[in-house]
């Protein structure tokens, strides 16, 4: 039974069609347009995309690049020999005092990915001779804090927000196959709004991402549920939503168009609501996957290959999250304890091989400085 509010929305969005784009007349020019910068800029992103370099990683270099040059011309900036180290690390320390609207900081993360496009412009400006010499060659970024998820979901607590789904319409039915998806393989919420409706294979079990995170394709196993529910979808649903049957996106929405990335987000973060959290999204998925799989002894290398991690160092958080084995060890070594059971017994004989204790050593051993 359709849940009160869900469905009234929709039946309302489909009477609100989208009115035609009215042509723009004059277009604004941006911030600092005549700031020469803005030519080194221009070069840069081209050649950017000119590398192989994905599109988002134009992207965000743009905004990054543009942020510091309304910054620079602010100040009178203008030719790359203006900028010194020192006027970078100005740059950098109001980015850190910098408050937002709600007058929170910027996280560390925000400012590294403002500040990394800097050091790679000043290092093509450099390379090209534009510059003498790179003033950001020495520039200390913000260190990147390893922070867990928020709420990491158990195997019932996703059984939970999967049945939250109405596969008694084909919206639910269809929700019930992507969220199937996200915790079968993983994948990131850009790479699931970019299937292609023959990047997956049911009969043979497998999902192609193609051009993920890094430009870098990858082949990754689909759970037989998985498989089945999205076998379902296709046969009896995606028709209503889509004219052209086997061509296009694999997930489409209501409209027979490509999820953007915040309404996908939404509907996932409306069935984990009905399963009664506050918060999390399509990535909180991904976490339990990887956190599950490791826990039932899956390879850490395993994991990497299929989260798609370029550097082990990045797959590792999970063990620090994988708590069932840590727990095992504590029973195993840790003098105060009140029994000794058979878990001990059990525990001695999973990390008498090494693969468990090497898994931890690895994970831990970035932290050794800390």
Known sequence: ?????????RQKQRTLRRKPR????????????ANPLRGY???????????????????????ALDSFIIWCDERGL?????????????????????????????????QSTLLLPLVAF?????????????????????RQPRQLPKHLLSVAEVESILNQADIETPSGLRNRAILETLYSTGIRRSELIHLAFYDVDTGRGTLMVRQGKGRRDRL???????????????????????????????????YGETFEKNRLSDMVRQHMRYAGFKSGGCHAFRHAMATHMLENGADIRYIQAILGHSEL?????????????LKAVHALTHPARLTRDGAEQSAKAEFSTGNGVQTLLEALGEEEED
């Open 22 to 33: 009215q042509p723009v007349r004059e277009q604004a020019l941006a911030p600092a347009a």
């Open 1 to 9: 039974m359709a849940r009160k509010g869900e469905y009234g929305i």
């Open 313 to 325: 160092s990045t797959t590792q958080i999970y063990t620090h999250v994988a708590i069932g084995k």
């Open 220 to 254: 990754l196993p689909l759970g037989e549920r998985a498989c089945a529910w999205v076998t379902r979808y296709v046969q009896e649903v995606r028709s209503q939503f889509i004219v052209t049957q086997e061509q296009g996106p694999l997930f489409v929405t209501d």
């Open 122 to 142: 000043f290092k093509w400006l450099t390379r090209e001779n534009h510059i003498l010499h790179n003033p950001a060659s020495d520039l200390e970024l913000p």
């Open 78 to 110: 203008q030719r790359p020999q203006d900028i010194t180290r020192p006027i970078l690390q100005r740059y950098q320390s109001h980015l850190y005092h910098y408050r937002k609207a709600n007058g929170g900081p910027l996280s560390l993360n925000t």
């Open 41 to 63: 800029q221009n070069v840069f992103l081209e050649r950017t995309v000119t590398v192989g370099l994905s599109e988002q990683t134009a992207r965000i270099r743009k905004r």
